[in-house]
T-cell receptor
Framework: DAKTTQPTSMDCAEGRAANLPCNHS???????VYWYRQIHSQGPQYIIH???NNETNEMASLIITEDRKSSTLILPHATLRDTAVYYC??????????FGQGTRLTINP | ETGVTQSPTHLIKTRGQQVTLRCSSQ?????VSWYQQALGQGPQFIFQ???????GRGNFPPRFSGLQFPNYSSELNVNALELDDSALYLC?????????????FGSGTRLTVV
């Protein structure tokens, strides 16, 4: 079973920051937080991951709370191409991803 | 650098038949994982192959089986197809040791069982 809770859907205006929350209150000390997204008719795409520090890359920023029980994925300047289902996943080791239902993010013009 | 290629893209089969889905992994990747994604759901882990052997399996019956070849490409075989097997089947390749952040997914095979 997925160990994360995400809102089912969210909307954001084009050009604004999209903030996607995720709760993972049962996360273990050695588990990372990963974010993937799935654009319609494509396979999931890795976005970013983190353990306890905030992380930033060319796609997004990841803010993890100090107690590690929740996190927020930030897309700083959302575009129409960011419309997708976003999955927050926690886990350790290399074997598999346990996906939940994800958040369907719609970017509106 | 080529990505993950899956074939066919779409497939229609009759209940009770058998199906083989194929996956070519990304160049340099030696591990292949398969996922099943039912409509409106997140992908579910089926199994992973590393060095031509199964290296972990999800909650799927034995009629789901796989192979990995020396060139790291892979097949997913499903016997005795059931209507509930209708789904998008995703293949992901990775390099052992990189962890799940290194997964590259293909675009999937859409299987419809009628």
């Amino acid at each position: 079973d997925a160990k994360t809770t995400q809102p089912t859907s969210m909307d954001c205006a084009e050009g604004r920051a999209a903030n996607l929350p995720c709760n993972h209150s049962t996360i273990s000390g050695n588990e990372y937080v990963y974010w993937y997204r799935q654009i319609h008719s494509q396979g999931p795409q890795y976005i970013i991951h983190g353990l306890k520090n905030n992380e930033t890359n060319e796609m997004a920023s990841l803010i993890i709370t100090e107690d590690r029980k929740s996190s927020t994925l930030i897309l700083p300047h959302a575009t129409l191409r960011d419309t997708a289902v976003y999955y927050c996943i926690v886990g350790a080791g290399a074997q598999k991803l346990v996906f939940g239902q994800g958040t369907r993010l719609t970017i509106n013009p | 650098e080529t990505g993950v290629t899956q074939s066919p893209t779409h497939l229609i089969k009759t209940r009770g038949q058998q199906v083989t889905l194929r996956c070519s992994s990304q160049s340099g990747h030696n591990t292949v994982s398969w996922y099943q994604q039912a409509l409106g759901q997140g992908p579910q882990f089926i199994f992973q192959y590393y060095r031509e052997e199964e290296n972990g399996r999800g909650n799927f019956p034995p009629r789901f089986s796989g192979l990995q070849f020396p060139n790291y490409s892979s097949e997913l075989n499903v016997n005795a197809l059931e209507l509930d097997d209708s789904a998008l089947y995703l293949c992901a390749s990775s390099l052992s040791g990189q962890g799940v952040k290194g997964y590259t997914f293909g675009s999937g095979t859409r299987l419809t069982v009628v």
